[in-house]
């Protein structure tokens, strides 16, 4: 079955840098993008941005650029996000989701995540 | 504060219908395809209603979703315990050049 399975949890200190993974299964990982979405504890959620598989093509949130990396190493179907300069307002559960757009000459057809990966809590405190 | 607005929460009885809105503007709802999703307690979001009205496999039809104008709705009728969980909308917005959420809606089975 189709499936995202992230790295474990993190705990890092205000400055510092993580890095989550992302391993796909189930289908062919460069035929659909890759988002990325965090939810901050009793906030909602919060997309960070997209990374297409397929090219490397990113569309970063404005909040994040600047400050987050997303790419992909096609060879073990895996997508990883790293994010800088923590702080502890980013401390949140991370998910990656499959995105089901697609863009073609003719425009970009937004569709839905599915599925979602478990998710990986990211603590940021010192 | 989340781009789209919906109630922080709601409640009915097994059995009962609920209704839960979501808010946005002509940039998002007003001119794209609205998508729901479920999140059950220590269980990451899936996807329970799509293009606004269209139900994956799997879900039943006890769930319904609606779009007019900027606002849509998602309806559970029939509710029943197990359908307590945190509903999301979302959305794609033009001037964010991104996906917007709801805030969510606590959905409570009295």
């Known amino acids: 079955q189709v499936q995202l399975v992230q790295s474990g949890a993190e705990v890092k200190q205000p400055g510092a840098s993580v890095k989550v993974s992302c391993k796909a299964s189930g289908y062919t990982f460069t035929r659909h993008g890759i988002s990325w979405v965090r939810q901050a504890p009793g906030q909602g959620l919060e997309w960070m941005g997209w990374?297409?598989?397929?090219?490397?093509?990113?569309n970063y949130a404005q909040k994040f650029q600047g400050r987050v990396t997303m790419t992909t190493d096609t060879s073990t179907s895996t997508a990883y996000m790293e994010l800088r300069s923590l702080t502890p307002d980013d401390t949140a559960v991370y998910y990656c989701?499959?995105?089901?757009?697609?863009?073609?000459?003719?425009?970009?057809?937004?569709?839905?995540?599915?599925?979602w990966g478990q998710g990986t809590l990211v603590t940021v405190s010192s | 504060q989340s781009v789209l607005t919906q109630p922080p929460s709601a409640s009915g009885t097994p059995g009962q219908r609920v209704t839960i809105s979501c808010s946005g503007s002509s940039s998002n709802i007003g001119n794209h395809n609205v998508n729901w999703y479920q999140r059950l307690p220590g269980t990451a979001p899936k996807v329970l209603m799509y293009?606004?009205?269209q139900r994956p496999s799997g879900v039943p039809d006890r769930f319904s979703g609606s779009k007019s104008g900027t606002s849509a709705s998602l309806a559970i009728s029939g509710l029943q315990s197990d359908d307590e969980a945190d509903y999301y909308c979302a959305a794609w917005d033009d001037s964010l050049n991104g996906w917007v959420f709801g805030g969510g809606t606590q959905l409570t089975v009295l």
């Open positions: 989701a499959r995105d089901l757009g697609y863009c073609s000459s003719s425009g970009c057809q937004r569709e839905w995540f599915d599925p």
């Open positions: 990374i297409s598989t397929y090219n490397g093509h990113t």
């Open positions: 293009s606004d009205n």
